[in-house]
């Protein structure tokens, strides 16, 4: 996978990081009682019982394996020329496809999950996903970026408190915009750079609409799971139709 | 003995008819081996992951009893179905599979894949029908042991489990695999201790007082980075080539029964080893078959033996990996360790309370599962051939959204999504620095049991240390603690391949003519 002397470069420094957070974290594991403890009023004063000695033991054990990281990293001649391992990697063109994933994954998760209707908002990441990444193509990539981008900054800055999270739609509206010019624009970039259609960006609109969807009636109906967002643009007349039209019917015809 | 075999075999058939007459079980059952196989065909998804996502979907909602009936059969399938990919393009779908690329992919180049993929599939369902007959039988033995199993054993058990997964499931550094497991370790202490309630590390975040959840952590784990690499690398997939007759020929599966049974006993052994996967026991089992062999020159080149040695083990772990879970609680593999998180989030305990009779049923599961398989991949392999066009680039966005509703819902809602990316992105740096993830992921799993046996063994003996030494049971498990650090310590290791070789040495003087005898 890597060659060895870039794997001993990165192996110095992740053992400085390792070393370095073990130190914080036994420090951190000063703060919890270990020789007097007053737990629920109850006084226990037994280093044996604190509720410190086993963090103590292992990142007191972490911080010696990483000082014995860093002697090895060192041995074998890991110690410097960390940029040229970088750099190689971001020639390649796989570093920035990488961050790009990343980047798509964490707006999903943090900003468009939390605010946004889960299935416009996973059609939204679907699409991009796969018309960003099917073929290795920076332009189609950055597009994808900025199309989940748009949407989750804007759900971000309007709606950034919990209690906003749930209420307004108007970030459900920018997503679902989003997801159509970017299907839009997927499959006219695409024949315009190809000359043709590739399959997989042709079906990549429906697939992202229809996964989400028949996923999130699957486990609210079906698995009588938790689901993102219930008060989401599109989930929301769907529970409405499932409980006021659905149902009843259902039971009409049992009947 | 004989009686003792006899009256499991009853219990076991009351519970598999019982089962059987249920005409749900099948519902779940082919519906999941299916989803298995898919899983385990389409390279970069794992057996892990095919029982994480599906512990999402079926969360506690459902009767523990049915949702282990989907569980295991996606176990069983993925499994298998990792020796698709790995026979017919030669890009192992899963990493327990990976061996069986080395003969199976040189068969289908000489117009075998048919042939290779039906003695696989045989070979699979032998593998696991071994492994469930010695989970049949060995936990009952290893239960009774347990009973007397109290907490500085549990305490060292746990502490075993991950040095032997960090030791065997490392491929550069045993020191990488040993930090792994040890930040496992460190993220079990999050939250309020076990015994006083006393906050650790939750840095003001409520959510973080129950700890880090297990299912997230998995997803995190195991999803993410897959997501990420394979993302990275753009689309793969392959043109699988016709494929003859799959169905096997009886001669040729009789020609290979010492191999399969061989391979079946050591796959179940390293299953039971805790924490160490089929992944271990796929390669194990082939580098055997080929030191058993007559004609080792052909591994490598399409042998069949070479094939089924690996594909028989990988199977047969699986029953060896639900050893160590159902008796000790401590997972055998890293799909055992998502089994244990489903079972965990039904309030289920595996270890020596946990009730026999969901043992028998769990073995009863494994042989409809492995009979599900041997129905599907030999009526259906065709079917499961055409997933094989499927691109990467398709099925993991698609994987990314599953683990993101399937972690939702399992408990603690947004914060375990932001937990699972987390885990995820910090699991994709280690990843690329060769860390192994099982390691963490088992800690993460054990380090509560190993933190509250431990504190509550020294409370028992007053904070007298030696109570690790003085009982037998701790004792013996102190000593191959210890044996298992040393046996990895460069010098020691020097100074082992010293004696070895002055062994050897003596042993060749003494056999000279004229040396004393």
Redesign the interface.
């Known amino acids: 996978?890597?060659d060895r002397a870039a794997?001993r470069r990165?192996?110095f420094w992740?053992a400085l990081l390792?070393a370095g957070l073990s130190l914080f974290?036994l420090w951190?594991t000063s703060e919890?009682?270990f020789f007097r403890?007053n737990?629920?009023g109850v006084e226990?004063g037994?280093?044996?019982?604190?509720?410190?000695?086993?963090?103590y033991a292992?990142?007191a054990?972490?911080l010696v394996?990483?000082l014995?990281?860093l002697v090895?990293a060192i041995r074998q001649g890991g110690a410097p020329w960390l940029r040229r391992a970088v750099t190689a990697d971001a020639e390649t063109g796989?570093f920035a496809?990488?961050c790009a994933?990343?980047a798509i994954?964490?707006f999903?998760?943090?900003a468009l999950?939390?605010r946004v209707d889960?299935t416009i908002a996973?059609a939204l990441?679907?699409q991009a996903?796969?018309y960003g990444?099917?073929?290795?193509r920076a332009r189609a990539t950055a597009i994808a970026v900025v199309a989940v981008a748009i949407p989750a900054l804007y759900a971000l800055a309007m709606h950034f408190p919990r209690s906003e999270w749930n209420t307004p739609q108007d970030d459900d509206w920018i997503t679902l915009a989003a997801f159509v010019i970017l299907a839009v624009v997927a499959l006219v970039e695409t024949r315009l750079c190809h000359g043709r259609l590739d399959k997989?960006i042709a079906i990549a609109p429906v697939?992202s609409v229809l996964?989400?969807f028949l996923?999130?009636i699957a486990?609210a109906f079906g698995?009588?799971?938790?689901?993102?967002n219930r008060t989401g643009l599109l989930f929301k007349q769907v529970e409405y139709h499932y409980y006021v039209t659905v149902k009843p019917w259902l039971a009409g015809k049992g009947r | 003995m004989i009686d003792f075999v006899v009256q499991q075999f009853a219990v076991f058939l009351t519970q598999m008819s019982a089962l059987a007459l249920d005409p749900v079980t099948y519902l779940y059952l082919f519906g999941s081996v299916a989803l298995g196989i898919v899983f385990g065909a389409l390279p970069g998804l794992t057996a892990t992951l095919a029982v994480t996502i599906l512990t999402g979907f079926f969360g506690n909602k459902f009767p523990v009893e049915q949702s282990l009936i989907a569980l295991i059969g996606a176990y069983v399938g993925a499994i298998y179905g990792g020796s698709y990919p790995s026979i017919l393009l030669n890009i192992p779908g899963t990493a327990a599979s990976a061996a069986s690329a080395l003969d199976g992919y040189p068969l289908t180049r000489q117009g075998r894949g048919g042939e290779a993929l039906g003695l696989t599939t045989t070979s699979s369902v032998i593998g696991t029908l071994i492994g469930t007959f010695c989970l049949l039988i060995f936990v009952w033995v290893l239960l009774a042991v347990a009973q007397n199993i109290a907490s500085p054993e549990k305490a060292l058990l746990a502490l075993f489990g991950i040095l032997v997964s960090g030791t065997l499931m490392s491929s550069d550094l045993v020191v990488k695999g040993w930090i792994a497991g040890l930040i496992g370790l460190a993220m079990a202490m999050v939250g309020l201790d076990p015994i006083l309630s006393e906050h650790r590390y939750t840095f003001g975040w409520s959510y973080l007082l129950s700890g880090f959840l297990v299912v997230p952590v998995l997803m995190g784990a195991f999803a993410i980075p897959q997501i990420m690499t394979g993302l990275r690398t753009g689309p793969v997939s392959g043109r699988p080539p016709q494929v003859g007759r799959i169905v096997p020929h009886w001669r040729t599966i009789s020609r290979n029964m010492p191999t399969i049974a061989r391979s079946g006993s050591l796959g179940v052994g390293i299953g039971a080893l805790p924490g160490v996967g089929e992944d271990v026991a796929g390669w194990v089992s082939y580098g055997v078959g080929k030191s058993f062999s007559k004609e080792p020159e052909k591994f490598g080149r399409g042998s069949l033996q070479g094939l089924l040695s690996a594909e028989t083990a990988n199977n047969a772990c699986i029953g060896g990996a639900l050893i160590p879970l159902l008796v000790l609680g401590i997972p055998g593999s890293p799909p055992a360790a998502a089994l244990l998180g489903a079972l965990m989030i039904n309030n289920v305990t595996p270890g020596p309370t946990i009730d026999p009779d969901l043992i028998v049923r769990i073995v009863a599961i494994l042989v409809l599962a492995s009979l599900a398989t041997f129905a599907l991949g030999l009526f259906m392999a065709r079917v499961f051939i055409s997933v094989l066009k499927v691109p990467q680039t398709i099925f993991l966005p698609v994987v990314l959204v599953l683990t993101t509703i399937g972690s939702f819902s399992v408990g603690g809602g947004i914060n375990d999504l932001f937990i699972m990316v987390i885990v995820g992105l910090f699991s994709y740096a280690l990843i690329r620095m060769e860390y192994p993830i099982a390691p963490l992921v088992i800690g993460v799993i054990l380090g509560g049991l190993f933190d509250e046996s431990f504190r509550r063994a020294m409370l028992v003996s007053d904070g007298d240390l030696s109570v690790f030494v003085t009982r037998p049971g701790a004792g013996i498990l102190l000593f191959l603690n210890v044996l298992l650090i040393l046996s990895q310590v460069p010098p020691v290791r020097r100074a082992m391949k010293r004696l070895v070789a002055r062994g050897i040495s003596d042993a060749g003087a003494s056999d000279q003519p004229g040396s004393p005898s």
């Open positions: 996978m890597h794997l990165q192996d992740t390792l974290f951190k919890i009682p403890a737990a629920a226990s037994r280093w044996y019982n604190s509720a410190a000695i086993v963090p292992i990142f054990t972490i394996l990483s014995g990281l090895t796989g496809r990488l994933v990343a994954m964490l999903y998760i943090f999950v939390p889960f996973s990441v679907l996903l796969i990444f099917h073929e290795t997989a697939l996964v989400p996923l999130v486990m698995f009588r799971q938790n689901v993102p």
